[in-house]
């Protein structure tokens, strides 16, 4: 599986194999300080329109294609 939609579904985790990920439009302020050992294979990361108000350091770990943060704070 490449990719996932968990708008309107029942998915609570996404499979570790998920390699794009899309936040957008979202209260989040943070993400998990593991998220690189817990979702190792994602390419593609965009968190856009989110509450972050600093760089989050677990994504320069992140062996990343391309990442947007856009319209954060």
Do not use: H, W
Not at 1 to 14: D, G, I, N, V, Y
Not at 48 to 60: C, G, I, K, N
Not at 64 to 73: D, E, P
């Amino acid at each position: 599986m490449q990719q996932a939609c968990r708008k309107e579904c029942s998915l609570t985790m996404p499979p570790r194999s998920l390699v794009d990920t899309e936040i957008c439009r979202t209260n989040l302020t943070s993400l998990p300080e593991d998220l690189d050992s817990k979702r190792p294979n994602i390419e593609y990361f965009y968190l856009e329109d989110a509450q972050l108000s600093e760089f989050p350091e677990v994504l320069t770990r992140m062996q990343m294609t391309k990442l947007s943060i856009v319209g954060n704070q």
